[in-house]
């Protein structure tokens, strides 16, 4: 039964939920970090899969909107990381 689990599983499924299971281990890094930096590191790779598998799923539904919305996020992600640690070195924004 197992074995017919895992035949039926593609490739581009395996690599979301090794994504998956990697930002969890991401998220360990952002509760338990020893600096604030290796948290907002921690949370920019989190952002960066999150729009890996966003991608993926696009690939897997065969829908561009998925990669549309996985360039915003991505775009965000990225825009976000830069504010908050300008605002922990600075102060302000």
Do not use: H
């Amino acid at each position: 039964m197992i074995f017919e689990l895992i035949k039926s599983v593609t490739f581009f499924e395996l690599i979301a939920l090794v994504l998956t299971v990697t930002a969890f281990i991401c998220l360990y890094r952002v509760v338990f970090g020893p600096r604030v930096g290796n948290r907002i590191i921690a949370v920019n790779v989190i952002g960066t899969k999150t729009a890996v598998l966003l991608v993926l799923i696009g690939f897997i539904f065969d829908s561009l909107y998925f990669v549309d919305v996985a360039l915003v996020y991505a775009l965000f992600n990225f825009i976000m990381t830069i504010a908050v640690s300008k605002y922990i070195e600075m102060g302000r924004i």
